[in-house]
């Protein structure tokens, strides 16, 4: 009995939530018209302090020491934060900053793009799609994105990081909180859309010393890319969009502060100045920045061991410190600012042309599989033991993007997909050629952690489970436990191969 009603509670998690599903497009525009871009950041910050729920003001909790939550009375009730990323039961213990929902709308006249970006490790595609079913059809949006800078200091959006791994570590309130402010900013976003000029540019090695890769071969995704928007009559910037690929983890594990990790103090720095104590350094260009990720797979991180360089005092910064991930802020912050005073080329007019696939993976992963039948992962499947997700390929004049539903591994972006020996399957490479290869626009953005988080895209030939292992190492490297399976990255390569061929690139 109990059994047939656990199967039955495993089938509701795991029905579709949103059946007949799909985001396919096809707009081919060749002709150029004027442009016009609107910003917006919306704050999806958690209340942390009100989760405390106690009728006589007698609980305590101990942060740092995962249960030690008392209350003499037996009258509260523990329901904190749950922060993702690291491990199990962190629960947060006050905010450091704001994290927000930042949105970008971009449109030629024809078609309208939404970019939104929002503080969190990771947001599923059925929560995707439910924000794209609450958008107001009067906005006109032809297509939204809906991506995750992949904070490991925010709550959890995800599942994943909850009390036990068998439970979900998902507020449900503050989860519908995060999808009405993310219409809210793409509201505001389209409100605020002005004719606009953009400014590229781009430092492809500025910011290599800051970033580790924790797994061979060692391949990066380190180029910041930025587009600049301007208001066409005022000269005013109504927003940049500022792209890198690093995990947003240099504040650690041992953080129980809410924070946007590193991209807080790089918008900051963007928007508003970088300051050495309280002189202004150089100022900000103002408006509204949108940071967004990359390739961080394969594992890109300011890890732990891994200093930043404070750029004022030159000092050596090791620990995991909100002091680090200023310094860090600062120094991409400085990046940009100076590449953004001499642009590479200033857009004034473009056609927008986009491809859209939906796609089903096969879920090879048991502890997916089993994450989804017990509901911790809040997402139906599209059959059996399949996931829907999303590719987006599209391009503004010479700018080029692809979207990634996770994070990819830079080597299937970039080249040097390698076929190491004791790889389980035996195989050459192949996800050649790289993608980034077959982007035509002079600029190449990739927009990882898009419409879904569907963790690692691991090259086949590099998969590695079973002993022996590769590149001599004694246990298995990691990665493959949070990736939906060794099929993704073939058929993720594939698709956008063939998509960025029908874009015409
Ligand atoms: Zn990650």
């Known amino acids: 009995m109990a059994l047939i009603g656990v199967s039955i509670w495993s089938l509701s998690n795991m029905k579709d939530r949103h059946p007949d599903y799909s985001a396919d497009l096809k707009i081919l525009n060749e002709s150029s018209s004027e442009l016009k871009a609107g910003f917006a950041a919306v704050p999806i910050t958690p209340e942390v302090s009100d989760r405390w729920e106690d009728k006589n003001g007698d609980a305590k909790y101990n942060p740092g020491d995962g249960d030690t939550f008392t209350d003499g009375n037996g009258n509260g009730k523990f329901d904190p934060v749950w922060i993702a990323g690291f491990s199990n039961s962190k629960p947060a213990n006050g905010v450091h900053d704001d994290t927000w929902a930042r949105t970008m709308v971009i449109d030629d006249g024809k078609t309208r793009l939404g970019i939104v970006i929002l503080d969190a490790i990771g947001f599923m595609h059925d929560d995707v799609v439910d924000i794209r079913k609450m958008v107001p059809e009067e906005l006109g ?83 910041l890319r930025f587009i600049k928007a301007i208001d066409k009559e005022t000269g005013k910037t109504l927003g940049s969009l500022l792209a890198w690929s690093n995990h947003p983890e240099t504040l650690w594990s041992e953080n129980l502060l809410v924070s946007s990790d590193f991209p807080h103090f790089f918008r900051e720095g963007v928007e508003k100045g ?124 010479p700018v080029s993007f692809v979207t990634v539903p996770g994070e990819i591994y830079p080597e299937i972006i970039n080249g040097g997909v390698a076929a190491p020996e004791g790889n389980d399957f035996g195989i050459e490479p192949l996800e050649v050629p790289p993608v980034r290869d077959k982007m035509a626009g002079k600029y190449k953005f990739v927009i990882g952690l898009a419409n879904d988080e569907i963790g690692y895209i691991i090259p086949k030939s590099q998969w590695d489970t079973k002993a022996p292992f590769t590149y001599g190492r004694d246990n298995p490297p990691y990665g493959e436990v949070n990736s939906l399976g060794a099929e993704t990255a073939p058929m993720v390569h594939r698709n956008l191969l063939e998509m960025l061929k029908e874009l015409g690139e």
Do not use: C
């Not at 890769?213 to 060692?218: A, F, L, S, V, Y």
């Not at 410190?321 to 990046?335: D, I, R």
């Open 274 to 397: 970088v300051f050495w104590g309280d002189s202004l350094v150089k100022p900000g260009i103002g408006g509204v920045a949108v940071y967004l990720n990359g390739a961080v797979g394969g594992l890109m991180t300011t890890h732990r061991s891994h200093p930043v360089i404070d750029p004022f005092t030159g000092q050596e910064l090791l620990e995991p410190t909100f002091e680090k991930a200023a310094a860090q802020g600062n120094q991409l912050s400085l990046l940009a600012l100076d590449a953004m005073e001499n642009p590479l080329e200033v857009i004034e007019e473009a056609g927008i042309s986009l491809v859209v696939r939906t796609l089903q993976l096969p879920i090879g992963n048991t502890l997916f599989k089993l994450a989804t039948a017990l509901g911790v992962l809040d997402r139906g499947t599209s059959g059996w033991m399949k996931m829907r997700t999303e590719l987006a390929v599209f391009k503004v004049g």
């Open 141 to 223: 949006l032809t297509y939204t994105i809906i991506a995750s800078t992949h904070t490991h200091e925010g709550p959890d959006l995800l599942g994943l990081w909850g009390k036990t791994p068998f439970k979900s570590g998902v507020n449900k309130e503050y989860m519908q909180f995060v999808k009405e402010q993310t219409v809210q900013s793409i509201q505001a976003a389209v409100k605020n859309i002005r004719p606009a000029r953009l400014e590229i540019s781009q430092d492809l090695t500025g910011a290599i010393p800051q970033v580790k890769d924790t797994r061979r071969p060692e391949v990066f995704d380190s180029g």
